[in-house]
C-alpha cells in the first residue's frame, strides 16, 4: 500500500471500532431502560467494584497527597509561597488527581477483570448459551456493571479527596512545621463546592468508560485464552486513553464554571 492507503484504512479502522464501541454503549445503557433488572448481578458488582477497591484507592491518595505536598512546599519556596501549600494541595485532588487516579487504579483492577470474566464466558460459549435461553446478555453481564461502576466511582473518589487531603495535612504538619487548625482553615476557606462536584462528575463518567471498555473487549474477545489475555490488555490501555482524553475535555468545560 502506498501511503495515503495506509492513512485511510487506518481511519476508517479507527472510525468503524469507534462506532462499535458507540452502539455496544447505547445497547449496554438500553439494557438498563427496561425491565428485566438483575438486581443480584449488580449488588456483586457493587460489591466487586466499589467495596474491594477502596484499598488500593486509599493507598495511592494518601500518597499521592503526601508526595503533592512536600513538591509544592519545595517549589512554593523558590518565590517565598509556601503557605499556598495546603490551598493548592486541596484544589489539585479535589478537581484532578482525586478522581483520574482513583479512575486509573479502577482501570488495572476492575477493567481487566471484567474482560477477562466476560471474554472467558465468551470463549467458553456461555454467553451464546444465554442467548439460547432468551437471558439478553447485555442486561444481565454489562448494564449491571455500568451502573455499578458509575455510581461508586464518585463515591471512591470522594473517599479519595478526603484521603489525599489527609495526606497532605499529616507531611505538612509532621514534617513541615505548619499549625493543623491553621492548615484546616486554609483548606476549608478556598475550597468552593464546585470543586468538589466536578470531580466527582469526571468520576461518573470515568467510572462509565472504565465498565464500558472492560466489558466491550471481552464480550467480543475471539481465539480462546489468548484472546482473552488480548482482551484484558486492550480493556487496561483502552481505558486509561480515554480517562486521560475525556480528563481534558471536562476540564475544559468546567474551567468557565469555577
Do not use: C
Not at 473518589?157 to 505538612?172: K, P, Q, Y
Not at 491553621?182 to 463518567?205: C, E, H, M, P, R
Amino acid at each position: 500500500m502506498n501511503p495515503v492507503q495506509a492513512v485511510g484504512r487506518s481511519t476508517l479502522g479507527f472510525l468503524r471500532q469507534a462506532g462499535a464501541v458507540v452502539i455496544f454503549a447505547a445497547r449496554g445503557v438500553a439494557g438498563l431502560l427496561g425491565p428485566p433488572f438483575f438486581f443480584s448481578q449488580f449488588l456483586r458488582q457493587l460489591m466487586a467494584i466499589g467495596y474491594l477497591s477502596l484499598p488500593v484507592v486509599g493507598l495511592t491518595a494518601v500518597f499521592t497527597g503526601a508526595a503533592l505536598a512536600l513538591n509544592i512546599y519545595t517549589g512554593g519556596g523558590r518565590f517565598n509561597a509556601e503557605q499556598i501549600m495546603p490551598q493548592i494541595v486541596a484544589l489539585g485532588i479535589t478537581r484532578e488527581l482525586g478522581p483520574v487516579l482513583a479512575a486509573l487504579m479502577l482501570a488495572g483492577r476492575v477493567s481487566a477483570a471484567i474482560a477477562a470474566e466476560i471474554g472467558a464466558m465468551r470463549a467458553t460459549e456461555q454467553i451464546d448459551a444465554m442467548e439460547t435461553l432468551s437471558t439478553d446478555p447485555f442486561r444481565y453481564l454489562v448494564a449491571p456493571r455500568l451502573l455499578a461502576a458509575t455510581l461508586t466511582t464518585p463515591l471512591l473518589t470522594l473517599v479519595a479527596d478526603i484521603i489525599g487531603v489527609a495526606g497532605g495535612f499529616l507531611v505538612a504538619t509532621q514534617s513541615l512545621q505548619f499549625s493543623g487548625p491553621i492548615y484546616v482553615q486554609n483548606t476549608w476557606n478556598f475550597l468552593t463546592s464546585w470543586d468538589i462536584v466536578s470531580g466527582l462528575i469526571k468520576a461518573a463518567v470515568f467510572g462509565f468508560i472504565v465498565a464500558l471498555m472492560g466489558a466491550y473487549h471481552g464480550y467480543t474477545a475471539s481465539g480462546g485464552a489468548r484472546g482473552v489475555g488480548r482482551a484484558t490488555t486492550h480493556a487496561v490501555v483502552s481505558a486509561a486513553i480515554l480517562i486521560f482524553a475525556s480528563d481534558y475535555v471536562l476540564t475544559s468545560l468546567f474551567s468557565g464554571k469555577s
